[in-house]
C-alpha cells in the first residue's frame, strides 16, 4: 500500500493530474496494491484518481481522521484531562495541530460517520483508513495521557470498575511515580507498579477502541473496508489503542513503525518525550530502536487475524525526516522476515524520494 497526504481539508497540496503521474511512476517501480489518500474535502480529486486506480484493478481508501484533525468540518466537543482542562496541542508538525476530540461523545461519533456520508460516499471510494484513532500522547506532556475527563467519560470509566477521583486523587499524590512501571517484556508490556495506573490505562483502551469500533462497524455497514492507524504496541495503551478490540472489528492494521521520523507517531521520539514528561518515574528501560526492535513489535501482532501491514516511513523531510535508502531497505527487509501482509509506503509518496520505492 501507499500513502497520499493532500494536507488541509481545504487546500489540497496536489492535483488529480499530479498524484495520477507519481502513481504511474510509483507502479512501475513496485507492485500497488491500494492508495490510501486524503483528506481533502476536494470531490474531483478523488474520482479522477479512482478512475486510474480501478482501470488497474487497485483499491483506494479515504484517509480519515477520527478523533483529531476534524474541527474544520466537524463540530466536535474537545477531549479534557482528568481536571476538565483541554490539553496542549502540538503544532510542530506542518499541516496537522493534534487537536483531539473527546472519544466517547455520542455526537462526535456520529459526526464522523456523518463526514463520510455527506462528503465522500460518493467519491468512488473502496475502504476507509482510519487516523487518529486514540487520545493526546506524551508529546505535549501528561495532561492528553491522563484523559479523556469529561462527564460522559467518567461515566465510561466507571462502566470498566474505574473511579476517575480515585485516579486523580493517585496521580495527584504520586506524581511521576503514578507511572512507574516493574519493566518491560515483549509478551506483556509495560507492568505499571501502581494498580490504580494498571485499572486506569486498561480501561481507557476498552473506552477509546469500543468508540474506534463503533465508527469502523458503520463504515463495515456501508460495504467499506475498514484500515486502522495504530501505534507501535508497546506504546499503543498510554494513547488508549488496545489491539485485541481493535483487530476484532479491522480488515487490517498499519502500526506505525517509525525509527528514524521525529514527530508525533515515531518510536523513538514518542519514548524520548514520554521519559521527559516523567522524569521521577522508575523502570522503564533503554531501547534501541533497530531492526530488532522493529521486529519484536511485529511479533506481538501474530495473534491477531486481521491482515498487518506495517508501516514505513518514506517521505524526506530535513527536520522530521531524515531518511535515506539504505534505512528503508533496512526496514523492509526486516519486515519481510516477519509474518506480514505486505506494507505501507509511508504517509506521502508525494515527496519521496524514487530512490525509497524498492521491493
Request: glycine share 8%; aromatic share 12%.
Given at each position: 500500500m501507499v500513502q497520499i497526504s493532500l494536507g488541509d481539508w481545504?487546500?489540497?497540496?496536489?492535483?488529480?493530474?499530479?498524484?495520477?503521474?507519481?502513481?504511474?511512476?510509483?507502479?512501475?517501480?513496485?507492485?500497488?496494491?491500494k492508495v490510501i489518500i486524503g483528506w481533502?474535502?476536494?470531490?474531483?480529486?478523488?474520482?479522477?484518481?479512482?478512475?486510474?486506480?480501478?482501470g488497474r484493478n487497485i483499491r483506494m481508501l479515504l484517509w480519515l481522521p477520527v478523533f483529531a484533525e476534524t474541527d474544520g468540518v466537524c463540530d466536535n466537543k474537545p477531549a479534557v484531562d482528568l481536571w476538565g482542562k483541554q490539553p496542549e496541542n502540538y503544532e510542530k508538525a506542518a499541516?496537522?495541530?493534534f487537536r483531539f476530540t473527546c472519544p466517547s461523545d455520542p455526537q462526535n461519533i456520529?459526526?464522523?460517520?456523518?463526514?463520510?456520508?455527506?462528503?465522500?460516499?460518493?467519491?468512488?471510494?473502496?475502504?476507509?483508513?482510519?487516523?487518529?484513532?486514540?487520545?493526546?500522547?506524551?508529546?505535549t506532556g501528561v495532561s492528553g495521557v491522563l484523559g479523556c475527563g469529561c462527564p460522559v467519560c467518567v461515566e465510561r470509566f466507571a462502566a470498566e470498575g474505574v473511579d476517575i477521583q480515585t485516579?486523580?486523587?493517585?496521580?495527584?499524590?504520586?506524581?511521576?511515580?503514578?507511572?512507574?512501571?516493574?519493566?518491560?517484556s515483549t509478551a506483556d508490556g509495560f507492568i505499571f507498579e501502581n494498580p490504580v495506573a494498571e485499572s486506569f490505562f486498561k480501561a481507557k483502551g476498552h473506552v477509546v477502541s469500543n468508540s474506534v469500533a463503533a465508527v469502523a462497524d458503520s463504515?463495515?455497514?456501508r460495504g467499506l473496508e475498514v484500515g486502522m492507524d495504530l501505534f507501535a504496541p508497546f506504546l499503543a495503551p498510554f494513547v488508549g489503542q488496545d489491539y485485541a478490540i481493535l483487530a476484532s472489528h479491522a480488515d487490517f492494521f498499519k502500526p506505525m513503525l517509525y525509527?528514524?521520523?521525529?514527530?508525533?507517531?515515531?518510536?523513538?521520539?514518542?519514548?524520548?518525550?514520554?521519559?521527559?514528561?516523567?522524569?521521577?518515574?522508575?523502570?522503564?528501560?533503554?531501547?534501541?530502536?533497530?531492526?530488532?526492535?522493529?521486529?519484536?513489535?511485529?511479533r506481538i501482532m501474530n495473534s491477531f487475524s486481521c491482515?498487518?501491514?506495517?508501516?514505513?516511513?518514506?517521505?524526506?523531510?530535513?527536520?522530521?525526516l531524515p531518511i535515506t535508502d539504505h534505512y528503508v531497505r533496512e526496514s523492509l527487509e526486516a519486515v519481510q522476515d516477519c509474518n506480514v501482509d505486505g506494507v505501507v509506503y509511508a504517509w506521502n509518496i508525494m515527496e519521496a524520494p524514487l530512490s525509497h520505492f524498492v521491493k
Amino acid at each position: 500500500m501507499v500513502q497520499i497526504s493532500l494536507g488541509d481539508w481545504h487546500s489540497p497540496d496536489y492535483t488529480a493530474e499530479q498524484i495520477i503521474s507519481r502513481l504511474d511512476t510509483v507502479s512501475k517501480l513496485i507492485p500497488i496494491e491500494k492508495v490510501i489518500i486524503g483528506w481533502s474535502d476536494n470531490k474531483d480529486i478523488y474520482r479522477q484518481v479512482g478512475e486510474y486506480l480501478h482501470g488497474r484493478n487497485i483499491r483506494m481508501l479515504l484517509w480519515l481522521p477520527v478523533f483529531a484533525e476534524t474541527d474544520g468540518v466537524c463540530d466536535n466537543k474537545p477531549a479534557v484531562d482528568l481536571w476538565g482542562k483541554q490539553p496542549e496541542n502540538y503544532e510542530k508538525a506542518a499541516g496537522n495541530g493534534f487537536r483531539f476530540t473527546c472519544p466517547s461523545d455520542p455526537q462526535n461519533i456520529a459526526n464522523v460517520v456523518a463526514l463520510y456520508d455527506h462528503m465522500f460516499n460518493d467519491c468512488g471510494f473502496d475502504g476507509v483508513f482510519l487516523d487518529r484513532i486514540r487520545t493526546q500522547s506524551f508529546v505535549t506532556g501528561v495532561s492528553g495521557v491522563l484523559g479523556c475527563g469529561c462527564p460522559v467519560c467518567v461515566e465510561r470509566f466507571a462502566a470498566e470498575g474505574v473511579d476517575i477521583q480515585t485516579v486523580k486523587a493517585e496521580y495527584e499524590s504520586q506524581g511521576d511515580a503514578f507511572f512507574s512501571v516493574k519493566g518491560y517484556s515483549t509478551a506483556d508490556g509495560f507492568i505499571f507498579e501502581n494498580p490504580v495506573a494498571e485499572s486506569f490505562f486498561k480501561a481507557k483502551g476498552h473506552v477509546v477502541s469500543n468508540s474506534v469500533a463503533a465508527v469502523a462497524d458503520s463504515l463495515h455497514n456501508r460495504g467499506l473496508e475498514v484500515g486502522m492507524d495504530l501505534f507501535a504496541p508497546f506504546l499503543a495503551p498510554f494513547v488508549g489503542q488496545d489491539y485485541a478490540i481493535l483487530a476484532s472489528h479491522a480488515d487490517f492494521f498499519k502500526p506505525m513503525l517509525y525509527r528514524a521520523c521525529r514527530a508525533p507517531a515515531g518510536m523513538g521520539y514518542e519514548y524520548v518525550q514520554l521519559l521527559k514528561s516523567l522524569p521521577a518515574a522508575t523502570g522503564y528501560p533503554h531501547f534501541q530502536f533497530d531492526t530488532d526492535f522493529l521486529k519484536s513489535q511485529l511479533r506481538i501482532m501474530n495473534s491477531f487475524s486481521c491482515g498487518k501491514y506495517p508501516g514505513i516511513e518514506i517521505n524526506y523531510d530535513d527536520e522530521i525526516l531524515p531518511i535515506t535508502d539504505h534505512y528503508v531497505r533496512e526496514s523492509l527487509e526486516a519486515v519481510q522476515d516477519c509474518n506480514v501482509d505486505g506494507v505501507v509506503y509511508a504517509w506521502n509518496i508525494m515527496e519521496a524520494p524514487l530512490s525509497h520505492f524498492v521491493k
